[in-house]
């Protein structure tokens, strides 16, 4: 069980969930993750300790044997499953079966596909994966050029897939393929559900990967392939926009929310770590450039969770999300990247042994800002879905009070945003429209963060808050204030009244810094 105070974002319901995730992967996974992770190697006997946990079904409704999990429900289990083990390998296969590889039979699948599939993956006696990339589609992914031609005894297909989860393990696989001539399009593509069993399936080559090495990925190959016309999943010709659209906005958050997890794995090593090491006859964390790197992590930790828990209650209330999904994917990816090489550079030689699980983390991370989609396409997605200056001022407004310079901040990033929403260089230029997803993604964390200090949280004090959005708005700020200048040619007075509250704000950070350290220190 950890400290309530590490997660404060969960009820007490939610919170007795997490602790079961969390003991779960701690007790079964951990111990042989870095063995696994050395040797690159696929465990069948801790998928069955999965499926003994009930973690195998856990997006599948209850009449089929499975749990019927919200995706906020399948957000805190994948945050805690993180926590307990930072097995990112594991992580992914696991999220890969749950959500991309089992969720479209969900949404699109017939009575009786469903009946046939999902009671044996929901109790691991299969496992599922998606496949869509080809080696020449990839960000484009409509350009696929797998074919699926009708023939008298179901569907002939031929083509190949790429960076495929769970491609030499799984049994179960949706596949795309292109069902029409006309356009080169996502209109013509269609899903169908491919199992392994099947003559003409075939793994061409198992990939070795920067990490995620716990998790197997293939290039899979399809060579008339027989597969019965029953196995044709949802409308024929739409299958990339519906099951795209329904499971994508699920995956960026379901799979995001581990990195959260992951992050607070490493900053609970590290606060001990820094805490027990000594050096110049202290410890460690009482230099002020080890407590920066702790503080900061932290409040990454806490926006990411509530960016993230925020898109999966929208997704749970049936809201369409994706210009939320995609932005709380680009920022907990990102930031989880300066965490994790953070935390390598607080255990210095240590960090960078094999034996040290932050060195893991190190190599998983990628993959956060380049599968689902990369960082790129999310941006690109950001922009094109923002929905103009009469939707966002229903959705956020400016603050009323300027009370604090983090109020300022924010304030200017909202008056950006309004400057820019009719510029039509915004969607013309590529420069242009990705400092504006970053403008508009770390005003809609800074909101987040100033709604939340109205809120009750047991575990969590207003005062906390208040220091945290500060150090919060310093740090993303900071991070990102390259980007943002982009944006001088259209906005330079604001970005000079920015750069101004930014610096004002700077000369208190290292005493804030110093000060929530120290309140840190109760959850060791």
Partial sequence: MIHPKLNPYLNEEERSFYNTVFQFSEDKVFPSAEERDEKEIWSDDLWK????????????????????????????????????????????????????????????GTNEQKSKYLPKLASGEWMAGFALTEPASGSDAAS????????????????????????????????????SEKGRGPMGISAFIVESHTPGFKVSKVLKKLGHHTSMTAELVFEDMIIPKENLLGPINTGFMRIGKETLEWERTVFVAGLAGAMEFCFRKGLRYANERIQFGKPISSFYGMRDILVRNWVYIQAARRLIYWVAERKDRGVASPL??????????????????????????????????????????????IGGGTSEIQRSIISSLYPGKEKFLKDFSKLELESTLTDKIQNVLFEIILSMDSEPNRKKQQSVEFAFADVLSIFVILSLSEIDTHKSTEYYSRDEKLMDRKLLSYYLVGKYLMSFTRLSHYVPEKLIQLWDFYSQLGKSIEESVHERFHSLQELL
């Fill in 324 to 369: 939320e999904s995609s932005l709380g994917k680009l920022i907990s990816s990102e930031i989880a990247e300066d965490v994790a090489k953070d935390s390598v550079q607080l255990f210095g030689g240590y960090g960078y042994m094999k034996e040290y699980s932050v060195e893991r983390f190190y190599r998983d991370v990628k993959l956060g800002t």
């Fill in 49 to 108: 300790e999965f499926s003994k946990a009930g973690l195998t079904g856990l997006t599948i409704p209850s009449e089929f044997g499975g749990e019927g999990a919200s995706c906020l429900q399948c957000s805190i289990a994948t945050d805690a499953f993180a926590s307990g083990s930072l097995d990112g390998g594991m992580g992914l296969s696991w999220v890969a079966h749950l959500v991309i590889g089992t969720m479209p039979i969900i949404f699109q």
């Fill in 144 to 179: 696929l050029l797998t074919k699926a031609e009708e023939v008298e005894d179901g569907w002939k297909l031929n083509g190949t897939k790429m960076y495929i989860t769970n491609g030499p393990v799984g049994q179960v696989f949706v596949v795309m393929a292109r069902t």
